[in-house]
């Protein structure tokens, strides 16, 4: 087997490995048995590896069910608020790069409700002037069009299925719990790399490790620690210029439901349709942590140039 962060060759049946945990639907002989770790890089890789036919099926279709098409953040403040810790990251690191008012062409891969447009859109310290999406998920991508030129008519909208059919270059690429879904991530990345305007940025955010603290893993297939999510930007000729844990101290899967939520946030959570969705995003942030660095913590975040 050849890993796909560092390149080192090693045989699957001698390195480190555990269970890969299934829900009893999933125990059908299609779905990985075992996470194998690299001996070089220490990255987990599912295996066997779903083919590739699996995870483009489950990738179009994820929202399938869903009844609406219209995801708004005050629908969603719990992903909203993790798209505003994000942001937040990256806004940082953007007015220190090219200072305040600058200009911003952004790609987002994997957009899903696509709130971290909504959060670059909603900045008064960043002029978003383009927002195009990548999702495969056609639920997704109808959502988006549906809500993004209504909301925000001043920036120019675009939605593809696939990275490949995306034309131009970008000030900044986020790729936001995309890559633990890819078997060899790294194709996607060169191809980020080229996307890139000179003085570019990509966001990249993955679990820190997810065995550790969720019940199930399908469908992730890769799982980062830092070393090996910079060794895999570094061989995808990026510079790493931010690397860092956030979140809390992992005891649980974090979720906006989780028995944890303070009672105050709780509260203010039933009232999600009356509240400003930035007071509810703020009090759902405080408590899962989303701001605050924390190597052991639930999430990497890296950001990286050309
Ligand atoms: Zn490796």
Redesign the pocket.
Known sequence: MI??????RFDEQTVPRREYPLRGKEQDGRHPSSIVF??????GMAWPAPVAEQMDEYNAAFWETAQELTFEPKRYPNYYALAKARWAQIERNLIEKSGEHCELALLDIGAGHGFLGWAAARSGKVQLKEYTAVEPDHTFRQSLENTWRRSWPSVKFFAFASLPQVPGRFDLVVLSHVLEHLPDPRPTLESVREKLSPNGMVFIEVPNQDYRFKQYLFPHVLFFNRQ?LE?LVRGSGLMPAFLGGFGRRVAGQPSWDSERLGLLTKSVLKLKGILPVDLVADFLNRDLCADRRNEEGTWLRLLAGR
């Open positions: 890993c796909p962060a560092c390149s080192n690299c001996p070089t890089c220490e990255l090996s060794t």
